[in-house]
């Protein structure tokens, strides 16, 4: 019998788990920025009148509707070329860190929102070279994540999909072992329905 924080299977102690920091102080940094973000409408609320922060709150939803959706059909439209590009066995090109629509939908999204921080943030993303530089940021630290991922886990079999199989090809077929002694009759002619339709 064990005593203390030790694991049952093995009996030795374990360390508790340390929470990250971006898990302990998330919760705080939203509620601030709420509040900041409440405040500051307030202010504006005081310095332009309630009928500009109700135009601007309007003005965001609006603009932030027409970014999500012009980024939305670029979005359908490169995965209708890709598709006809794999169709036509063509290697599609791959996309570049902050040049896909994602950060777009999230700069529409930010701008939806009410407040004035968002809409700064919103409209910062908008501008390609901050896009950019935020998309390579964010793929640098997907990378890191993923090649620190534990055996076993989801960024563990990412990144070994992405080792094995670097083109992302995939060839479809079906593989048919004749292991019969020297002395059996001919092929086996049962049948094998295909492997996809």
């Known amino acids: ?62 603009l932030g509707a027409v970014v999500i959706k012009r980024a939305g059909r670029r979005a359908f439209k490169n995965l209708t070329d890709t598709f006809q590009q794999a169709q036509q066995g063509k290697q599609p090109a791959p996309q570049q860190p902050g040049r896909g629509n994602g950060l777009t939908m999230l700069a529409g999204l930010l701008l939806m929102l009410p407040g004035l921080l968002s809409d700064v943030v919103g409209l910062l993303l908008l501008l390609p070279p901050v896009r950019a530089w935020a998309g390579r940021r964010f793929a640098r630290s997907l990378e890191r994540k993923m090649s620190a991922a534990p055996a076993g886990s989801f960024g563990d079999a990412f990144q070994q999909a992405r080792i094995h199989y670097p083109d992302g090809k995939v060839v479809q077929g079906e593989v048919i072992r004749e292991d019969r002694p020297e002395g059996s009759p001919g092929p086996d002619t049962t049948y094998r329905p295909p492997l996809a339709p």
């Open 1 to 62: 019998m064990t005593t203390g924080t030790g694991s049952l299977r093995t009996g030795h102690p374990t360390a508790p788990r340390r929470r990250s920091t971006a898990r302990t102080f998330l919760p705080l940094a939203v509620a601030a920025w709420l509040i900041l973000e409440i405040w500051l409408l307030g202010v504006l609320a005081e310095a332009a009148g309630g009928l500009a922060v109700a135009a601007l709150i309007v003005g965001g939803i609006v």
